[in-house]
């Protein structure tokens, strides 16, 4: 059926300024974009009464790798005009899968009730497909996954011929059609690779011209190092494509450190790398809980956990080390986001300071209890991030918009999520738009500056012969209305959602 969008003003995902126009679209395309069109053009019309028609938004950093399949609808995303997710991200993809890395991917997303019975990005790619999913998927082949393929979760170094099998299996991804490489190397196992094991992949990366997006080894108190050393590591590699996930400036003692990131990335820049940067538009973090621990248990993976801490006397022992490790003000900044553990399930939304008074514990007693039950599920959020730090950043016109969430169901059957999870693209719109930005600039961000960034030739765009994906706004209530006590809340504003010129979502 082809449909035709009249009385609105475009967003065209260019940058270009808005103007009035038309759109008319067709077999999944999008047939023409003129001033006017009459309605016979169509078998269907669609008013918007002057408001914003713009390409569907492109969320550059999500992990709805199992999510998707477990609930195909994605109605998260698509409920704030979001219709591709660039998955795969901080190091973590649902690829390659071998005897050293199978098992233990099965029970970090045993929430999602999906059996990994697929090998390769093509097996991934053919099991989401089946689920007829609205949300377009694209995905990066991750470095935690693809090292534990090769090495399991336990190895720090890795030899000659497990390097070299590593690069080959990312090698085939992306002769398969991965968008590109990730790491994660504030994690398991990707934060025992050495520099020159990075330098190494990225060099894979760089001969077939896909781009390299990593999760600092810090954020926070070595966030500068961390970035020198990527850079560096770029340089070294060859590398052009150059994205850094959820640009932040972690803990207050580091919100000054804003400026000399922004000089390296400039600097690095002017070298000849393509540098780009995302970011939710929200100043708490999420992550898994277990990623605060110290010591020897914060180098286990989430099954080795699980074991150590069926002893009461480790349990005990990591309590007074995390508690320790933490000053008391600290737990007040921690917010339960999911979990299956028993202590917490029902209280999702709460400071762990909060839980653990209730519970009669320490806050160090109470998360590790949660811990214990439910190492790979318990994701908490931290609050520790510069308001305007944040808005510089969102403004930067390298910055992409990346909601760090999985595409959720409406109800919260597979978890919780942030609110980012229902409400990031329209709050970076509101941000945007808050601080000045002209609307066809925000749009450019989040639509044709995504796509050119991960190379989606047919999509970013509203121009004739490409995908008819399309998010209609008013920019006047465009916003995100979730919170942490309610996570699960469309968005605000956003009128309507098409994928493949069918409509996939409506206010």
């Not at 980012?420 to 450019?444: H, K, N, Y």
Request: glycine share 10%; hydrophobic share 40%; charged share 25%.
């Amino acid at each position: 059926m082809r449909t035709l969008f009249r009385d609105l003003w475009l967003a065209d995902g260019s940058g270009a300024p808005l103007r009035r126009s038309a759109v008319l679209a067709g077999d999944g395309k999008i047939l023409a974009v003129e001033p006017d069109l009459p309605r016979s053009a169509a078998e269907r019309t669609v008013e918007l009464g002057g408001r914003i028609l713009a390409p569907g938004f492109i969320d550059v950093h999500g992990h709805s790798d199992l999510a998707l399949p477990a609930r195909p609808e994605g109605f998260g995303k698509i409920s704030q005009g979001i219709t591709t997710e660039i998955m795969g991200n901080c190091g973590l993809s649902a690829f390659p899968l071998t005897g050293r890395n199978r098992e233990h991917l099965q029970e970090l997303w045993a929430q999602y009730g999906v059996t990994l019975d697929w090998s390769d990005f093509r097996g991934w790619r053919a099991a989401l497909s089946a689920r007829a999913p609205k949300l377009r998927a694209e995905a990066l082949a991750g470095h935690n996954t693809l090292r534990a393929a090769v090495a399991g979760y336990e190895t720090e170094t890795l030899t000659s011929a497990q390097l070299e099998e590593m690069k080959t299996l990312l090698d085939a991804e992306l002769a398969a059609g991965a968008a590109g490489l990730s790491s994660g190397l504030l994690y398991v196992p990707g934060k025992f690779a050495p520099p020159g094991e990075i330098v190494e992949l990225m060099r894979v990366a760089a001969r077939r011209d896909r781009p390299y997006a990593t999760h600092l080894r810090s954020e926070g108190n070595e966030l500068l190092e961390a970035l020198g050393e990527t850079i560096d590591c770029a340089r070294e590699a060859g590398l052009r494509r150059l994205h850094i996930s959820h640009f932040k400036t972690a803990g207050a003692a580091n919100w000054e450190k804003l400026d000399a990131a922004l000089e390296l990335l400039e600097e690095a820049q002017k070298g000849g790398i393509a540098v780009t940067v995302d970011r939710y538009p929200y100043t708490e973090s999420m992550t898994q809980l277990s990623v605060i621990l110290p010591g020897k248990a914060g180098d286990l993976d989430d099954s080795a956990l699980s074991r150590l801490l069926r002893s009461t006397e480790e349990r005990e022992k990591l309590a007074l080390e995390l508690a320790a490790s933490r000053p008391a003000a600290y737990w007040k900044t921690v917010t339960l986001v999911s979990t299956r553990s028993s202590a917490g399930r029902n209280h999702a939304g709460q400071t762990i300071a909060a839980l653990a008074e209730r519970a009669g514990r320490t806050p160090a007693e109470f998360a590790v209890e949660l811990l214990a039950e439910d190492a790979a599920g318990t994701t908490a959020a931290f609050r520790g991030m510069s308001p305007e730090n944040m808005r510089r950043i969102l403004g930067l016109p390298f910055c992409m918009m990346g909601s760090d969430e999985n595409a959720r169901p409406a109800d919260d059957s597979i978890g919780r999520c942030h609110p980012r999870g229902f409400g990031s693209a329209a709050r970076f719109l509101r941000l945007r738009l808050d601080t000045g930005s002209p609307i066809e600039a925000a749009v450019r961000q989040m639509t044709g500056l995504a796509a050119e960034t991960f190379q989606l030739a047919d999509r970013g765009l509203v121009r004739p012969g490409l995908c008819a994906d399309l998010a209609a706004f008013d920019p006047d209530e465009v916003d995100g209305t979730a919170d942490f006590s309610n996570p699960h809340t469309p968005a605000a504003g956003i009128i309507f959602t098409v994928t493949g010129g069918e409509f996939v979502y409506r206010s």
